[in-house]
Nanobody
Framework: QVQVIESGGGLVQAGGSLRLSCKPS????????MGWFRRPPGKEREFVAA????????LYAESLKGRVSISRDLAKETVYLQLNSVQPEDTAIYYC???????????????????WGRGIQVTVSS
């Protein structure tokens, strides 16, 4: 069983940056495909970024390309999400997710992921 715990949310000023961390337990990070999703108020949950297990290949939502970055530190068994130039529309609950799929390309469909964190609130003030 894999557990996923997010950290780092809170209040961010518009124009600033946010950095979230995610630490899965139960399996080595290089054996997990990891992803970030978010749910804005009143909207469906949407894909943000993903990184594959074995190769570390990344995938980003088209609407966020240029502002978003997903990375990982295998020594710390932690995945990071960085979002720059944030705006109020980036306000959302951000979810980290994992799947026990070490090989293959990163994916953006929710159904591909088996393990989800509880989510962490990020609020961008204007």
């Amino acid at each position: 069983q894999v557990q996923v715990i997010e950290s780092g949310g809170g209040l961010v000023q518009a124009g600033g940056s946010l950095r979230l961390s995610c630490k899965p337990s139960g399996r080595a990070l290089n054996l997990l495909a990891m992803g970030w999703f978010r749910r804005p108020p009143g909207k469906e949950r949407e894909f943000v970024a993903a990184i594959s297990g074995n190769s570390g290949v990344t995938l980003y939502a088209e609407s966020l390309k240029g502002r978003v970055s997903i990375s990982r530190d295998l020594a710390k068994e932690t995945v990071y999400l960085q979002l720059n130039s944030v705006q109020p529309e980036d306000t959302a609950i951000y979810y980290c997710t994992a799947d026990a799929r070490p090989f293959g390309m990163p994916v953006q469909r929710e159904i591909e992921y088996d393990y989800w964190g509880r989510g962490i609130q990020v609020t961008v003030s204007s």
